[in-house]
C-alpha cells in the first residue's frame, strides 16, 4: 500500500469520529465534540488534497487509489450533509432536505451507471468535470459553515452558497451521466442484435 493510499485511509478513519462528535455535540452541546467535528472534517478535507500531491509527486499512482480517494470524498461529504439535515434544535442548523435528496440522489445515480457500465462495457472511464469540484467545494462551504455556527440557514449568502451547491451537484451530475452513456454507447454491447427466429 502506497503512502497515498494510507492517507486515504485515514481519511476515511476519521469520517466515522467525524459523525460521532456532531451526536455528542448535539445530545450534550458541549463545545469541545464541536471542535473535535470541525477539527476531524478540516482534516479530513485537507488531507484530500495531500493525498493527491503524494500520488502526483512521488508517482504512486494505484487502482486502489482510483476507488479509494473518490470514496474517501463521497463518504465524508455524504455524512456530513445527511448528520446536519436532522433537526438538532437550536444547537445547529439544518441542512434542506431539498439539498440532501439532490447530493444523495446523484451519487446513487452514479454508482448505479458505473456499475452497469463497469459490467457492461467491463471498465469505466471517469473524467473529472470542473462542475464536480466546484459541487464539492460549496458542499463542504455548507457544512463547514454550520458547523462553524456563523447563522443559521435563513442567513441569504448561506441560502445562495446552498442553491449553489445544488445546482453545481445536479449539473455535474448530468455531465457525469451523459459521459456514461457516450462510454456505453460507444460498445459493440450496446448496438442491436438481430434476435434469431
Same mark, same amino acid.
Given at each position: 500500500?502506497?503512502?497515498?493510499?494510507?492517507?486515504?485511509?485515514?481519511?476515511?478513519?476519521? !469520517?466515522?469520529?467525524?459523525?460521532?462528535?456532531?451526536?455528542?455535540?448535539?445530545?450534550?452541546?458541549?463545545?469541545?465534540?464541536?471542535?473535535?467535528?470541525?477539527?476531524?472534517?478540516?482534516?479530513?478535507a485537507i488531507?484530500?488534497? +495531500?493525498?493527491?500531491?503524494?500520488?502526483?509527486?512521488?508517482?504512486?499512482?494505484?487502482?486502489?487509489?482510483?476507488?479509494?480517494?473518490?470514496? %474517501?470524498?463521497?463518504?465524508?461529504?455524504?455524512?456530513?450533509?445527511?448528520?446536519?439535515?436532522?433537526?438538532?434544535?437550536? %444547537?445547529?442548523?439544518? !441542512?434542506?432536505l431539498w439539498?440532501?435528496?439532490?447530493?444523495?440522489?446523484?451519487?446513487? +445515480?452514479?454508482?448505479?451507471?458505473?456499475?452497469? !457500465?463497469?459490467?457492461?462495457?467491463?471498465? !469505466?472511464?471517469?473524467?473529472?468535470?470542473?462542475?464536480?469540484?466546484?459541487?464539492?467545494?460549496?458542499?463542504?462551504?455548507?457544512?463547514?459553515?454550520?458547523?462553524?455556527?456563523?447563522?443559521?440557514?435563513?442567513?441569504?449568502?448561506?441560502?445562495?452558497?446552498?442553491?449553489? %451547491?445544488?445546482?453545481?451537484?445536479? %449539473?455535474?451530475?448530468?455531465?457525469?451521466?451523459?459521459?456514461?452513456?457516450?462510454?456505453?454507447?460507444?460498445?459493440?454491447?450496446?448496438?442491436?442484435?438481430?434476435?434469431?427466429?
Open positions: 500500500m502506497t503512502t497515498a493510499n494510507k492517507i486515504t485511509v485515514l481519511r476515511i478513519l476519521l !469520517i466515522p469520529v467525524f459523525v460521532v462528535e456532531v451526536l455528542y455535540y448535539v445530545g450534550t452541546e458541549n463545545e469541545v465534540h464541536r471542535l473535535a467535528a470541525i477539527l476531524c472534517f478540516a482534516v479530513a488531507l484530500d488534497g +495531500v493525498d493527491g500531491y503524494v500520488a502526483r509527486h512521488y508517482h504512486q499512482w494505484s487502482e486502489l487509489g482510483t476507488v479509494l480517494d473518490p470514496l %474517501a470524498d463521497k463518504l465524508l461529504l455524504v455524512s456530513g450533509i445527511v448528520v446536519l439535515s436532522f433537526n438538532h434544535g437550536l %444547537a445547529l442548523a439544518a !441542512i434542506p439539498l440532501t435528496g439532490t447530493i444523495i440522489g446523484r451519487d446513487l +445515480v452514479l454508482a448505479l451507471g458505473s456499475i452497469v !457500465i463497469c459490467l457492461t462495457v467491463g471498465k !469505466i472511464t471517469v473524467r473529472p468535470r470542473l462542475t464536480g469540484k466546484i459541487a464539492t467545494v460549496l458542499q463542504m462551504t455548507v457544512v463547514l459553515w454550520i458547523l462553524l455556527k456563523w447563522t443559521d440557514w435563513h442567513d441569504a449568502l448561506l441560502k445562495i452558497i446552498g442553491l449553489g %451547491a445544488g445546482l453545481f451537484t445536479g %449539473a455535474s451530475g448530468l455531465l457525469y451521466v451523459w459521459d456514461g452513456m457516450k462510454q456505453l454507447g460507444s460498445h459493440p454491447a450496446s448496438s442491436p442484435v438481430l434476435k434469431p427466429d
